[in-house]
């Protein structure tokens, strides 16, 4: 039995500058950033995040603008 949490989606809205993370226990949170440069940073750890293969690409998607 496999009872660890882990991230199964995030979306990064630019326009609030908020990234919500979900998790597969149904768990979510938001993270706000207070500055353009805080939400790069944030984006770009998960873009990293990625990258190493923590998470796939569908995973990690832009709210849309609407």
Known sequence: MNDQEYVTRCVADPLY???????NEGTE???V??????FINVVKFIRATIDDHLLS???FVYASPL
């Open 33 to 38: 950033c207070d500055t353009v440069d805080e």
């Open 17 to 23: 500058r908020t990234v919500r993370i979900y998790s």
């Open 57 to 59: 690409e569908d995973q």
């Open 29 to 31: 949170q938001e993270l």
